[in-house]
Nanobody, 128 residues
Framework: QVQLVESGGGSVQAGGSLRLSCAASGYTYKSYFMGWFRQAPGKEREGVAAIFTGDGTTYYAESVKGRFTISQDNAKNTLYLQMISLKPEDSAMYYC?????????????????????WGQGTQVTVSS
């Protein structure tokens, strides 16, 4: 099972930027779907972005398109989420998740059940 540890969260003002990192260990499969989710108090956990490590295909929620960028550094086994133009509504606990797979089909990338491994989360707070 993949172990995931997020970092990089913090408090910023609206319009600011943050880069989240997710350090992964225990890889045993050739490729994975790696995702970022977020959960605000009282709300459902929602998919933010995902990447298929096999070919780099990326997926984004409509609410973050153009502002967030998901990327991977295979040499460091690290997943990133670069966030710019942050808004107060982006405030949430951010989690990374992993699913071992050789399939590039990402139709369910934003569903929690799609992933088998989760990190503990890192808090992002955006003030207005």
């Amino acid at each position: 099972q993949v172990q995931l540890v997020e970092s990089g969260g913090g408090s910023v003002q609206a319009g600011g930027s943050l880069r989240l990192s997710c350090a992964a260990s225990g890889y045993t499969y050739k490729s994975y779907f790696m995702g970022w989710f977020r959960q605000a108090p009282g709300k459902e956990r929602e998919g933010v972005a995902a990447i298929f490590t096999g070919d780099g295909t990326t997926y984004y929620a409509e609410s973050v398109k153009g502002r967030f960028t998901i990327s991977q550094d295979n040499a460091k086994n690290t997943l990133y989420l670069q966030m710019i133009s942050l808004k107060p509504e982006d405030s949430a606990m951010y989690y990374c998740a992993a699913r071992p797979t050789t399939s590039a089909y990402g139709g369910s990338w934003d569903r929690q059940w799609f992933y088998g491994s989760w990190g503990q989360g890192t808090q992002v707070t955006v003030s207005s």
